[in-house]
Nanobody
Framework: QVHVVESGGGSVQPGGSLRLSCAAS????????MGWYRQAPGKQRELVSS???????NYADSVKGRFTISRENAENTVYLAMNSLKPEDTAVYYC???????????????WGQGTQVTVSS
């Protein structure tokens, strides 16, 4: 079994910063891509940023230049540094991990429970 747990959400004023963390644990052989998604009320879940095991990154246009994703492969963790936050960044942020498990070699995606980010004055 694999667990994915996020932390670091909270409330901040516009222009502020937050750093999200996500750790995957359990019966993990390897983790391919890890990423962050978000879902605002009444909207579909969308990709914010992702990073491959090799370090290649991808960002939504709306966060380019403001958010930075990073990863520590040895710790099965991924971070999202969010700067210059805007009210439209308000959402529940979910961590996603593309995992190959150690028991049967099956590959599938796992999700965290989500962490709330609120940007408001």
């Amino acid at each position: 079994q694999v667990h994915v747990v996020e932390s670091g959400g909270g409330s901040v004023q516009p222009g502020g910063s937050l750093r999200l963390s996500c750790a995957a644990s359990g019966r993990i052989f390897s983790i391919n891509a890890m990423g962050w998604y978000r879902q605002a009320p009444g909207k579909q879940r969308e990709l914010v940023s992702s990073v491959t095991r090799g370090g290649s990154t991808n960002y939504a246009d709306s966060v380019k230049g403001r958010f930075t994703i990073s990863r520590e492969n040895a710790e099965n963790t991924v971070y999202l540094a969010m700067n210059s936050l805007k009210p439209e960044d308000t959402a529940v942020y979910y961590c996603n991990a593309d995992v190959t498990d150690i028991d049967r070699g099956f590959r599938r995606e796992y999700w965290g429970q989500g962490t709330q980010v609120t940007v408001s004055s």
